[in-house]
């Protein structure tokens, strides 16, 4: 019998005793009245509407209950297939974040050094100017704007139609360049086309799901309780986590395997040794569906400014690649990787064996790393050895940290190279673009703009003399931030900040722009799974508060470009998505129509003949594939690519002078660089400062414990952290953990703008530390 | 004689098969529950059942305990608004820090007296999801980091009754709530809302959720 369990008598017996203690209780004189003067009728009056959740890129659905204008409650949206009406702490309170004390409500001009309050159409009417001003003096291309994943689609439409339509110039750039530029890379090499080829109903049929670098228990909650859920109904599901720390995912899973950073590329080349020495590989499909390819290799870091590389594909044959992973055999990359030589076999087992589904999931690990393209094709390589790839349960997936980092800036493509559809570099692209734009194709500029880490760089230079940065907070999340805010300060540099709070990015703004937040405007979001969602306006925007789209069209009007932007205020965000759903019209990348998204917990694209495509590249899912089979049709020959790609280290490691590895990561509680989050009382408490988390033996060791004081110093700085010891996270020993989110202790002075030559994404993950106690 | 010694025997013998088979049935019924995935989305339109009659106590708290009853305001003071997750009154172990799971459902899974606390855990409406803290966190972090403005909106009235001795309406969301005894019945249930009637067990057979301002329009004319 279980403890818990009872006889009829005794629980007969604990009733009464119930029933006792409720009647003295009731004699407690006052105590069944407290409370009742904060009571009203009935919440039945509630009247609940839809919005995705405001942060991360799971694009939950939500549900906000609205009262006299001000949001009341929120609660997950149980017609959502994304949450089924689940949500995170975050999400369960987000609309704490719109009722910060500090909220700008209005325009700020800096006069004599101080910020000074002034009427929205002032500060509009000198952005315009200055933009006019410096493109006269420096040039057109002195000119840049960096939005980010949080840019609603119409927003980031604006943007790219204001930027590359209007004044022909791509320093157009969104900060998904720091999270997911190495997702965008890895899917364009492999398959010719971006984004995902399943969906989250693949959690549902997955057997095996394989974490690489990532810790969903406490970046995804919602997807990973999906995780969860599916093991507690199949008693065959394995969850299986690489990392390099030991985290709250790594509990929870069936086997934790712990790699040396930056190693996990020769982790993924000893799978695939391992899949083809044991015959497990997938032969008729890698005949029909899959082309061998190799780049260059010794590739660098980007370390250097203006360095532009650029890869040289070559098609090449099986043999040459299984001669290539002769340098992975399971006991080379033992030695490479610490991973044991049987778990690297046991994880060939499980990718290897047919009657197994496989969903490989990752987020930040695979993408800030400085050979992050390659990752993500030496996944997709497991994936496409093995035929386990586009079918329902067999999905390599790439979870984003943005709610719309795919929907605007992977869709819409506020990228430096990118049009709504296509890249400027492409003629026919261009055209496209101009037509529905009706402007001179001449206009558009067919060079690609600077990525982020140069238009910073280019701030520092001075050939960029003009910056206006929407909602995002680089002054917190870029690397090597010493160097890049002090560029912003340098003599003739105008910088423009829209946002919704104070932050260290308004501190050195020229002038700061007050922003209409989530649901106090209209909009529409695309999360991880190619999901569309939309929603209304909620409630009103705070004094002069607007949305950044809008700010964007105003300074647009202002220098000419009204025939270009012949929309109100109030109808901008449905007009905007309309046009640009012409760029994407077609089997292979059709949008919803705002009037299906109004009605829907969201759509996923392609959307043809008014149902969405679950899984592409697969005839038997997807109306633009051919044939009733796998038809990569993203590449120009149908075949997906199969990369090889050697192991190389990280571009600072460990030496005698600064002898730990620094890395740096989110926790569950805060978001992004925490302007918002720690506004949110209940999240703030939960983790009101960073820290730096110490592995127990090293902490011994130096005699530091939990709470002491300990000083990290890099070739970039010195700052001193708080110790954790013995946490929610455990760093390797030789190796510290350290959470981003906190302005005061800003982890971005010391880390390196080290980036992935091929996709520009800088590495937060790897670089080389000295850790003392204080 | 033989024939009636014989008889209690074999009801006796019938009572021990029977109570075992109740407890396979409770332990696959309750297996049931945590296997069925549509239910959970849908746990609002159960009915108001619960799953342990026994909720609230262990079967080692054989004596109650007085003066650890607690009041709505004590539960309300946890949470940001009605139907926000509340946060976590009371420090945590490190395994729980690191795990997020651990340790959670030692108590409040079915409840039962905490030494530690002294107080009766309250049991959660919804042990079937694990991951604890992706949702409730500590909520002891010391002084705001810039001051909110946000104001806990007034909670809906209790005893929202349609004539005197009518059945109070449910008044708020049964999403992640909808078991009922949970936080109705047993020792950690707040005076105000626990229920004098906790044997019967179909709670929405009388109980209906307020969803409207109870008017139908017509009625206006």
């Known amino acids: 019998m279980n403890p818990t369990d009872t006889t009829r008598r005794s629980f007969l017996k604990q009733m009464a005793a119930a029933a006792a203690i409720s009647t003295v209780a009731e004699l407690v004189p006052g105590a069944a009245f407290a409370g009742e003067a904060k009571e009203k009728a009935s919440d039945g009056g509630l009247h609940w509407q839809k919005a995705p959740c405001r942060f991360c890129g799971t694009g939950c659905g939500l549900l906000v209950a609205v009262e006299h204008g001000v949001a009341v409650a929120v609660k997950g949206d149980p017609a959502s297939p994304v949450n089924r009406g689940l949500a995170c702490v975050k999400g369960f309170h987000a609309i704490l ?54 840019w609603t689609i119409p927003d980031g439409y ?40 399943g969906c989250y109903d693949d959690f549902d049929h997955a057997d095996i799901f394989v974490t690489w670098g990532n810790n969903p228990a406490e970046m995804h909650p919602v997807l990973f309780s999906r995780m969860l859920e599916r093991k507690q109904n199949s008693a065959n599901v394995k969850l299986i986590d690489l990392s390099t720390r030991t985290t709250r995912s790594s509990h929870a899973s069936d086997k934790h395997i712990i790699f040396k950073p930056n190693t996990d590329l020769a982790l993924a080349n000893g799978i695939a040794h391992e899949i083809l020495a044991r015959g497990w590989q997938n032969n008729d499909f890698l005949a029909k569906h899959v082309t061998v390819r190799k780049g260059k290799t010794n590739i660098g870091y980007g370390l250097v400014d203006k360095e532009n590389f650029k890869d040289e594909p070559v098609a090449t044959t099986l043999d040459e690649y299984r ?40 987020c930040m690990g695979m993408n800030q790393h400085v050979r992050g393209t390659w990752i993500n094709n030496l996944v997709y390589n497991l994936h496409l050895l093995t035929g386990k790839i586009a079918t329902p349960g067999n999905s390599p997936f790439s979870l984003t940290g943005q709610p719309s980092a795919c929907g605007t800036v992977r869709e819409v493509g506020t990228l430096a190279h990118r049009l709504p559809h296509g890249v400027v570099t492409n003629e026919e692209d261009r055209k496209h673009a101009a037509e529905i734009w009706q402007v001179p194709v001449e206009r558009i500029n067919p060079k690609p703009g600077l990525h982020t880490v140069e238009i910073f760089r280019g701030l520092d230079r001075g050939d960029i003399r003009f910056l206006w940065v929407q909602v995002t907070n680089p002054m917190v999340t870029m690397p090597k931030l010493k160097r890049y805010r002090e560029a912003t300060q340098k003599e003739d540099r105008f910088i423009v900040v829209s946002d919704v709070y104070p932050t260290p990015t308004t501190e050195i703004a020229d002038v700061v722009l007050p922003s209409a937040m989530w649901i106090e405007r209209e909009g529409l979001f695309g999360n991880s799974e190619r999901r569309t969602q939309h929603w209304n306006e909620l409630v009103p925007p705070p004094g002069d508060a607007v949305a950044d789209g809008w700010q964007l069209i105003e300074v647009a009007h202002r220098l000419g470009f009204t025939k270009e932007f012949p929309w109100t205020r109030e109808n901008y965000n449905e007009k905007a998505y309309e046009e640009y759903c012409k760029h994407q019209a077609g089997k292979k990348h059709g949008m919803a129509p705002i009037a299906d998204l109004k009605k829907n917990p969201g759509l996923p694209w392609p959307y043809v003949n008014g149902k969405s495509t679950k899984w592409r590249y697969h005839g038997k899912f997807d109306p633009a594939a051919s044939g009733n089979t796998w038809d990569f049709y993203g590449n120009a020959d149908h075949r997906a690519n199969l990369w090889l790609r050697p192991y190389e280290p990280a571009a600072e490691s460990p030496d005698k002078e600064f002898p730990f590895w620094l890395c740096t990561g989110r926790v569950l509680e805060h978001w992004h660089s925490g302007s918002m989050t720690r506004r949110i009382p209940v999240l703030h408490r939960a983790v009101p400062h960073a820290y730096v988390e110490l592995n127990p033996a090293d902490a011994k060791r130096m005699g530091v414990v939990d709470g002491d004081k300990v000083r990290l110093t890099t070739r970039r700085g010195t700052m001193v952290f708080p110790a954790s010891v013995d946490g929610r996270g455990v760093p390797e020993p030789g190796q510290v953990f350290v959470p981003f989110f906190d302005e005061k202790l800003l982890i971005n002075e010391l880390t390196l703008d080290a980036h992935c030559p091929i996709s520009k994404q800088p590495d937060y993950k790897k670089c080389s530390v000295r850790v003392e106690k204080a | 004689m033989r024939r009636i010694m014989f008889f209690p025997l074999v009801c006796t013998a019938m009572l021990a098969v029977w109570g075992c088979r109740q407890e396979v049935t409770s332990d696959a019924e309750r297996t049931e529950i945590v296997s069925d995935s549509s239910s959970r989305a849908h746990d609002a339109e159960q009915g108001g059942m619960y799953r342990d009659l026994q909720m609230g106590y262990r079967k080692s708290d054989s004596a109650p305990r007085m003066g650890s009853a607690r009041i709505l305001e004590q539960i309300r003071k946890h949470r940001a608004f009605d139907g926000a997750p509340p946060w976590i009154p009371h420090a945590v172990s490190p395994e729980n820090e690191r795990t997020g799971t651990r340790n959670c459902l030692n108590c409040h899974r079915d409840g039962g007296w905490v030494e530690k606390w002294q107080r009766y855990a309250p049991p959660t409406p919804h042990p079937e999801w694990t991951s604890c803290r992706q949702c ?73 959720p307020a969803n409207s301002d109870g008017t139908f329009p017509e009625s206006k004319l």
Request: aromatic content about 8%.
């Open chain 2, 136 to 208: 409730h966190v500590p909520g002891d972090g010391g002084d705001a980091f810039r001051p909110s403005g946000w104001k806990t909106p007034a909670y809906p009235a209790l005893n929202d009754r349609s004539q005197p001795a009518g059945p109070p309406a449910i008044p708020h969301s049964l999403q992640y709530r909808g078991n009922c005894l949970a936080c109705h019945a047993g020792p950690s249930a707040p005076v105000e809302i626990r229920t004098t009637h906790p044997g019967r067990t179909n709670c929405r057979q009388c109980h209906v």
């Open chain 1, 323 to 362: 001669e290539f992973l002769k340098d992975y055999t399971p006991e080379k990359v033992e030695k490479i990787s610490g991973v044991s030589a049987a778990n690297i076999r046991y994880l060939a087992s499980l990718y290897g064996d047919p009657s197994k589904r496989v969903m490989s999931l990752w």
């Open chain 1, 158 to 197: 604006v943007a790219s139609k204001f930027m590359k339509g209007c004044l022909g110039n791509n320093n157009l750039e969104g900060n998904a360049r720091l999270c997911m530029s190495s997702a965008v890379t890895g899917f364009m090499t492999s398959f010719g086309m971006d984004e995902p080829m």
């Open chain 1, 97 to 150: 974040a719109l009722y910060g004390k500090d909220r700008l409500t209005n325009a700020l001009v800096r006069k004599n050094g101080k910020l000074v309050p002034v009427p929205l159409k002032e500060a509009l009417d000198l952005v315009a100017a200055k933009m006019k001003e410096i493109s006269a003096k420096y040039g057109k291309d002195s000119i840049a704007m960096y939005g980010s994943g949080q």
